[in-house]
């Protein structure tokens, strides 16, 4: 099985005929996902590559029955499609966009939590992959396939270097949630999803230093997650008050720390990596291990 998506999934993409979106879009679609058109403002009745583009979400769910937005617009026109794509009901919107300020993150994050129906994924996330079935956003689809092993991560880099490391055993679902100080979806969100698949047997949770998401993923493993969780944290040797890559990656004295999260993780049974390669090795042995 898997989370989020899979092979009935049927895909709309904000912003296809730009650059990034088209590139994209053919790489979604050679990984095997169902793109069902494409969203792009005053381009109605065009195709790319026999893709249907739309003038609207709303059209396009009509059209084609979508269930799955990903939005490659700009970040200046990012809210508007997010709110697009909660107004026509669309369940699940997969926002790859780097660059969207906080305030406009906030306002279609609480948009969608009024509206009560839309997943927001991200922003400034590499999307959704389950292997074999579909891909929603630019994680690389062809360096690995099925498993059991579902992931959870901040880092879009960190996803992709994850996946190939434990290529041999495959994933049920990875999900990189975004590194921006507000997201939708968090480690919880996919903990949890997780734990609710038969088919996901181990679980990764990636991290990074700044703010205290891993803290809290960290007391709800311990409360709430059965199957075994592997961690890493990301910035073990940052220098205090810089921000380090995301906009949320930054520590203030001992608050977001590598290491305190590490010692969260371990005080909730997490086994915690130092290094990307240690954690996939942990997880290998987790899974071997049954």
């Keep these: 099985m898997s989370i989020f998506v899979d092979e009935t999934s049927r895909v709309l993409v904000q912003g296809m005929t730009g650059a990034e979106g088209t590139k994209h879009t053919r790489r979604m679609v050679a990984a095997g996902s169902n793109i069902v058109g494409g969203v792009t ?19 396009g769910v009509a059209e084609t029955g979508a269930d ?21 009901g669309v369940p699940l919107c997969v926002i790859i966009t780097e660059g969207i300020p906080v305030r406009d993150s906030a306002s279609f994050w609480a948009y969608s939590q009024a509206k009560g129906g839309t997943r927001i ?64 979806t968090t480690h919880i969100d996919c903990l949890d999803a997780f734990e ?25 493993i311990e409360a709430h997650i059965s ?11 940052a220098p205090e008050g810089k921000t380090m890559g995301h906009a ?21 049974g997490v086994r915690v990596g130092r290094t990307p390669s240690e954690a996939a090795r942990l997880t290998a042995e987790t899974v071997k291990a049954g």
């Design 248 to 268: 949320g990656a930054i520590v203030s004295g001992s608050s977001g720390t590598a290491q305190a999260k590490k010692e969260a993780l371990e005080k909730s």
């Design 41 to 59: 403002p005053g381009k109605a009745g065009q195709t790319m590559d026999g893709i249907p583009v739309f003038g609207s979400v709303a059209d």
């Design 68 to 88: 799955v937005c990903v939005v490659f617009v700009p970040p200046k026109f990012a809210k508007a499609a997010v709110y697009e794509t909660i107004d026509a």
């Design 121 to 184: 994924l991200g922003p400034n996330c590499p999307g959704v992959i389950s292997p074999g079935k579909c891909n929603v956003g630019i994680t690389p689809a062809d360096i690995t396939g099925p498993g059991p092993i579902g992931l959870v991560s901040k880092s879009g880099t960190l996803t992709y270097q994850m996946i190939y490391e434990l290529r041999d055993l495959g994933f049920s679902s990875a999900v990189g949630i975004g590194g921006d100080p507000l997201i939708g």
């Design 196 to 220: 609710a698949d038969p088919e996901t047997k181990a679980i990764i949770l990636i991290g990074e230093i700044g703010g205290d998401a891993e803290e809290r993923a960290a007391a709800h």
């Design 227 to 237: 199957k075994p969780v592997v961690g890493y944290v990301a910035g073990f040797t």
